[in-house]
């Protein structure tokens, strides 16, 4: 029998479930998934920890708990999540161990309300790897503006980082530029840069939503003949800007002294248009040393009929700019394109944070009215 993840695995892919909960823990689900599904990792965000504790049957114990000690709504989130993410990189740890750190990672966001603060920022990451306390932790640091210092300043402490909600090459470039420079001043602080992991978290599907939502407003045949092309093709090129960025006397030196590169993770790479093949954000961008972190959905997709061709990105490069001159030849204003993508990128993580917060504070206030 053909097994698409086993052959995803081997071609270098690194396959993370965009999914934990404490239900996810506790019912041995997400160890099942380890042990048949290939999975090497989990991300979360806070819209995943919203839906999580939403179904809060899983947390009503440690929250009555927390009430009856006075904790206030922010105490009891970072408990949970924290907790949360600390099992799981328990669970995870075998595979941490077993790959030398470059996988059985969990990673966690710092509060999205952060993400235009570079120095509250900074101190909400060190604080979660505090708490948290364990090697195979990523703390989530957005690709904003303010989140680049953020990054190389976290980095530089010794903590590895996943970079999130990176849409543009130019956004991504300047990623790679915050990532070697935290592991400089890292080296230079005297720690370990071999015990120092990155991603950088490229997201896909959004792209193209946002693009093929401006195709069709368009409407010619040269733009719908473009049609869900972007966001495959950004990706590509992003592979392509990682191989180049991470060659070169910079990078040489760095690894000579047992840093590890920034991997590329392929983001959102659930098919929002049904339209699409429910695999094509997996199987259109296999290369060595990426991840993929995908929703369950996405996951089962590939398993039961993904089709694993080996390396779908090499020699991919000129067609994928190709594509980009042609959106560009019909007023497609991809400046704006990657704005927006930010924007409502931070404004829904927003958004789900103070849902979570709106939940837990009713959980508290129940709590507290049933002791």
Known sequence: MSDPLADLSAAGVSLWLDDLS????LSGNLAELIRTKHIVGVTTNPTIFQGALADGASYQQQVAELAAQGADVDDVVRAATTDDVRDACDLFRPIFDATNGVDGRVSIEVDPRLAHETAATVAQAQELAKIVDRPNVLI?????LAGLPAITAVLAEGISVNVTLIFSLDRYAAVIEAHQAGLEQAKANG???????SVASFFVSRVDTEIDKRLNAIGSPEAKSLLGQAAIANARLAYQLFEEK??????????????????????????????????RYVVELVAPGTVNTAPEKTIDAV?????IRGDTIAGT?????????????????LTDVYDVLETEGVEKFEKSWEELLETVSASLEKARAGS
Do not use: M
């Open 191 to 197: 720690h370990d840069l071999s015990k120092i992991h």
């Open 140 to 144: 989530k640091i957005p690709a904003t």
């Open 303 to 307: 398993a039961d009929h993904g089709v």
């Open 22 to 25: 404490r239900q996810r823990l």
């Open 246 to 279: 991470y060659a070169g006397e910079r990078w040489e030196a760095l690894a000579s002294s047992g840093a590890n590169a920034q991997r590329p993770l392929w983001a959102s790479t659930g098919v929002k248009d049904p339209a699409y093949d429910d695999t």
């Open 317 to 333: 490069y000129a067609a994928a700019s190709a594509t980009f001159s042609a959106l560009e030849a019909i007023g497609i204003d």
